[in-house]
């Protein structure tokens, strides 16, 4: 589905028989741990610790092999994600052309730092590394959509148009 900046995440809450599916429903592919680690975050946005224990029979790990891999990758979200998300890029192209300052400001815009969310679960704010947007960055993804060449001041006015 394309996402147009300002669209609200709309994700299902986290459901334990929907995630088993999913579990299920993947657990013979070969190497299917990553493949269901996308699945779940795909469907509901984040991955709950519930999980773990599940994945672990089903595919006849240890729940601490299957937590170090879900832990080992800053892509998966342990925690339901804002309303809003702002993928801020912070690879070195981006941080050449001024994505230090653009990430400043955001993070006094939004009041937290990077990997967080704000208190009211309205944005989480996270890092992202390189969208292929690097001749025209900073560049970030807003709610899916991405936004190149931006400024301090720029940053400052998307995201206070995403969160009005
Ligand atoms: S380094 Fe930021 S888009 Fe490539």
Known sequence: MERHQ???MTLPVWDNTTAQEIIESLASEPGALLPIL???QERFGWICDDAV?????ALNWSRAEVHGVLTFYHDFRRSPPGRHVLKLCQAEACQARGGREVTQRAQQRLG???GETTADGTMTFDPI???????SGPAALIDGAPVARLTAERIESLITKALT
């Open 6 to 8: 300002g669209d609200e």
């Open 112 to 114: 937290i730092e990077l």
């Open 53 to 57: 224990p599940a994945i672990a029979e």
């Open 38 to 40: 996308h699945a779940l």
């Open 129 to 135: 590394y390189c969208l292929g947007l690097c001749a």
